[in-house]
């Protein structure tokens, strides 16, 4: 709520505040990625079967939210471009 009057001058200029929404933005699909493999290479024998299921979900989920930012170019966003 402090920096609401100073938001254009954060985020409209190259500063820390923009770089992190980049990065962010760049993080958030690699991750997403990580967790889809990761459940796809998960032995199946040491996991429980609804835990298993509930990662599937949970990345599948997380593969749709990278795909819909894609979609609305919102990966990689530059604030100060």
Known sequence: MLSIPDIINRMGNLTVW????????????????????AVWRADRNNVRRSVRRYSIVVAAS?????AYLAYWEMIGLRTWA
């Open 18 to 37: 923009s770089v992190g929404v980049f990065l962010c933005t760049l993080i958030f699909p690699i991750a997403s990625q990580a967790s889809a493999v």
């Open 62 to 66: 997380l593969l749709i939210a990278t």
